[in-house]
């Protein structure tokens, strides 16, 4: 296997979010070399070293607390969490609504956030506390659903922190989340519950990407906080009535299977993979020439480990002759429906790439019953190829010797020359439909805008590559001066993959040097993969209208203060 080094981040780290991020790397790492990665929870740090998360919390008010440490954190059914640990009641403290905490959000003088019924005024700690800005996140709401997806917050020394900064209590009717009122005649009423971290993109059907800063955290994405593409009401699924069809061309035994009959007939199969939306990075299209489109920034990509059963096997049970040289292309029709009576959803993929072994119809999402919103029962999961082609909510598997019909094969996901401008006749017919992903990498960390003090003299930066094809990341690259020098960043890859065959992402960390005599500085990344490729300076030669494909060097600015 192609050797990584991971230089690990032992120095001392000036601010909380850089110091825990040096952590993470050390965790993960220790987590690399237990072995299988199969038979590991994602995101589960085990052994934590005590020291350098404390070394910046030490400086904090909240003393005698500095012996915590190892603990592993587990994940825990949502209900279950919290159970045991409850705020005190307090008789003497004011009760707030709701609405008197949301004035207290992000910007506010003063952050104040809730936990089950407590109020708490938490802006002096945000400076020292241990998870960073993340802690914003939850300002002027509950931190409750955060503190599920960061179990280390269940524990009693955390709740006395929180009740030293109590300033009230939360009016009882405003606990239980208010229910909205279900309009039957919306397509959209029966839509699943989500986090409240993701960044809604769209509400009707429902886009959002997953915060950076969490982004990063997590080698496999929790799937609370995978990032969501859907082009149409999400369906509700009743998984003991699905069935899955197999049929078309060559197919000399069609099949009609239950769920329980995919899961039972078909050895199982793990695969972390990487899920990349073909818009990703719109916006930062946009910014070089207007494009069409939903504006993602950069995180319309998650990884996850998913489990199922290779098509091929399905495909070869059905009685399909791998050598067939009529059938071309692998049709994917999904259960989610065009309200107004149009089409279900569908695409294709081709018949080699089907017929592959990494391609699989899964029905586990890291470890867990693939969610609503990612898919439930099923999905296909095509490693290396664009998330269009990877149908969820999959129902019907059609071998053809063309492609998919679909409205989402024939007339969206095609890249057309930079000559194409809006109003011009899009002639989808002359352009081929997306299938492998080019390389990408972009950066988590910093955020655009942020600032760092020059007496710091470095900045740690953190984010993400990937290539598609399973062409493996060889080196992802930092430079402070829009290109004529670089630097080589730390990378973390998936130990079970090699670099002919990587359909997880990368993640990279850097610390980079902040240049002397400026008041602000320019960070730029670029990777680099397996067959060399690697991506282009700007924009300007992969313009398209539709703003797919976006991956230019990834550009952050950032302000240096005195
Ligand atoms: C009033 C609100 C909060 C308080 C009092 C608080 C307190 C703490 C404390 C004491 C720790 C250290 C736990 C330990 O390692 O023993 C911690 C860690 C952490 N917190 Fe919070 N937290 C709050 C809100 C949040 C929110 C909303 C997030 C959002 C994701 C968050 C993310 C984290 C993370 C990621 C860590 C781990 C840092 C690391 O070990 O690298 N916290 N927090
Ligand atoms: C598949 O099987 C189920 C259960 O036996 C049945 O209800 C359904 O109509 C079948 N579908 C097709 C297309 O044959």
Not at 54 to 75: H, P, S
Not at 180 to 203: G, Q, S
Not at 274 to 301: D, F, H
Not at 358 to 382: F, S
Request: glycine share 6%; proline share 6%.
């Amino acid at each position: 296997m192609f050797h990584v080094t991971r230089r690990l981040c032992q120095r001392r780290h000036p601010n909380p979010l850089s110091a825990s991020l040096a952590i993470r790397y050390q965790t993960t790492s220790s987590y690399h070399n237990t072995g299988n990665t199969d038979d590991k929870q994602y995101s589960e740090p085990k052994n934590y070293s005590a020291s350098p998360r404390f070394i910046f919390f030490g400086a904090a008010t909240v003393l005698g607390y500095a012996y915590y440490r190892t603990f592993g954190i587990r994940k825990l059914s949502a209900d279950a969490q919290f159970k045991d640990l409850a705020p005190p009641e307090r008789k003497d403290l004011p009760i707030y609504k709701r609405d008197d905490v949301k004035k207290h959000g992000k910007g506010s003088q003063r952050i104040w956030v809730t936990f089950q019924n407590g109020v708490y005024d938490v802006t002096d700690f945000i400076e020292s506390h241990p998870g960073g800005d993340k802690i914003l996140l939850a300002a002027g709401d509950a931190v409750d659903p955060y503190w599920q997806m960061y179990a280390q917050h269940k524990k009693s020394e955390v709740l006395e922190i929180l009740e030293e900064m109590r300033i009230g209590t939360l009016d009882p009717n405003d606990i239980k989340v208010e229910t909205k009122k279900v309009d039957v005649n919306d397509p959209y009423a029966n839509e699943p519950v989500r986090h409240p971290a993701l960044v809604v993109a769209n509400h009707k059907p429902f886009n959002a990407e997953t915060p950076p800063t969490l982004l990063v955290d997590h080698f496999r994405t929790p799937n609370e906080f995978f990032f969501v593409r859907n082009h149409l009401p999400v369906p509700d699924v009743d998984v003991s009535k699905h069935h899955l069809q197999v049929e078309g061309l060559g197919v000399k035994r069609p099949l009609n299977l239950s769920v329980d009959e995919l899961k039972n007939s078909f050895a199982p199969v793990h695969i972390t993979s990487a899920i990349q939306c073909s818009g990703n990075r719109r916006a930062n299209m946009n910014a070089y020439k207007k494009v069409q489109g939903l504006m993602w920034k950069e995180t319309a990509i998650s990884n996850a480990k998913w489990t199922g059963v290779r098509l091929r096997d399905l495909l070869i049970h059905s009685g399909v002759d791998p050598n067939d040289k009529q059938i071309k292309h692998v049709h994917l029709e999904g259960a989610d429906k065009d309200p107004t009576g149009g089409q279900n959803y569908g695409a294709s993929i081709p018949f080699e790439k089907a017929m592959s072994p990494e391609t699989i119809v899964a029905y586990k999402m890291n470890d867990e019953d693939i969610p609503r919103d990612h898919g439930a029962p099923l999905r296909l999961i095509v490693p290396g190829v664009v998330g269009a082609r990877q149908v969820k909510w999959l129902k019907a598997i059609r071998l053809s010797d063309v492609e998919s019909p679909s409205h989402w094969q024939q007339k969206d996901y095609r890249v057309f020359s930079a000559s194409v401008n809006a109003g011009d006749e899009l002639k989808w017919e002359t352009v081929p439909s997306i299938q492998e992903y080019p390389i990408q990498s972009a950066f988590c960390i910093p955020q655009p805008g942020a600032a760092v003090s020059r007496s710091e003299e470095t900045i740690d930066v953190a984010g993400y590559a990937w290539s598609g094809g399973g062409r493996g990341i060889i080196r992802v690259e930092i430079s402070t001066d829009g290109g004529k020098t670089w630097q080589t960043a730390d990378i973390e890859q998936d130990p079970q993959q090699d670099q002919e065959h990587m359909w997880s992402w990368t993640l990279f960390k850097a610390s980079v040097k902040i240049p002397e005599g400026v008041d602000q500085m320019e960070l730029v990344v670029k990777a680099t993969d397996r067959s060399y490729n690697t991506q282009p300076e700007t924009s300007a030669g992969i313009w398209n209208i539709r703003g797919l494909l976006n991956n230019a060097w990834h550009k952050v600015e950032v302000k240096i203060k005195d």
